[in-house]
Nanobody, 119 residues
C-alpha cells in the first residue's frame, strides 16, 4: 500500500501562483511514476502531469508552459508548481502513484486538494 497526502491548495486570483505538495509513504517502491490529476465540477478527471522516478516529465496540453512537476526522492515528495493560473484551472487536484507501461496507470490516489482561481 502507498499513502498519498496532498497540501497547498487554496483560493487565488487569476495570474497568481500556487504550489501543491504530495508526500508519499508506504511501499512506494512498488510504483515507478507519480502524477497529478484534476477534476472540475461536472467534468471528467484529467491528467495534469506525470513524473518518473528519474525525473522524466509529461504534461497535459492545457497546462504546458504554466505548470511544472518535480520530485524530491529523498523526501518522497512530489510538487506541482502552478503559474499564471486561470479560472479554468479551478478543480480538485489529486496526487497519484502508479506504473507506466506505454501509458500511465494510477494505482493509488490522495484525498485531493481544492484549487480555486477567481477574482
Amino acid at each position: 500500500q502507498v499513502q498519498l497526502v496532498e497540501s497547498g491548495g487554496g483560493l487565488v486570483q487569476p495570474g497568481e501562483s500556487l504550489r501543491l505538495s504530495c508526500v508519499a509513504s508506504g511501499n512506494i517502491f512498488s510504483t515507478n511514476i507519480m502524477g497529478w490529476y484534476r477534476q472540475a465540477p461536472g467534468k471528467e478527471r484529467d491528467l495534469v502531469a506525470t513524473i518518473t522516478r528519474t525525473g522524466t516529465t509529461n504534461y497535459g496540453d492545457s497546462v504546458k508552459g504554466r505548470f511544472t512537476v518535480s520530485r524530491d526522492n529523498a523526501k518522497n515528495t512530489v510538487y506541482l508548481q502552478m503559474n499564471s493560473l486561470k479560472p479554468e484551472d479551478t478543480a480538485v487536484y489529486y496526487c497519484t502513484a502508479g506504473t507506466f507501461s506505454g501509458t500511465y496507470s494510477p494505482i493509488y490516489w490522495g484525498q485531493g486538494t481544492q484549487v480555486t482561481v477567481s477574482s
